[in-house]
């Protein structure tokens, strides 16, 4: 049917994202790793700069937990698992 087509478009859609995710905060790592080795600070700030560069994986998490949370949640609506509240 045109509604599991759509689901699975979505799930596809998600893995993409979610490798891309993956690959983002994999080769942020050493960049925040070196700055954390260094105790590298800002310019002007006086702040580490691990602070600024660990924003990229932190956030880029985030989004890996949102498409997991999306991924639970299309499969509780098409019935083949239940877990837990609506999300």
Known sequence: SDVYKRQVV???SDGCF???ALLIVYTSMPTVLTH??????????DLPMVLA???VPVGWSLVMLRIVQRAIKLFQIRGSVSVGPKI
């Open 18 to 20: 979610f490798a891309l």
């Open 36 to 45: 954390l080795k260094y105790n590298q600070l800002m310019l002007g700030v």
């Open 53 to 55: 560069s660990a924003a």
């Open 10 to 12: 979505k799930l596809l």
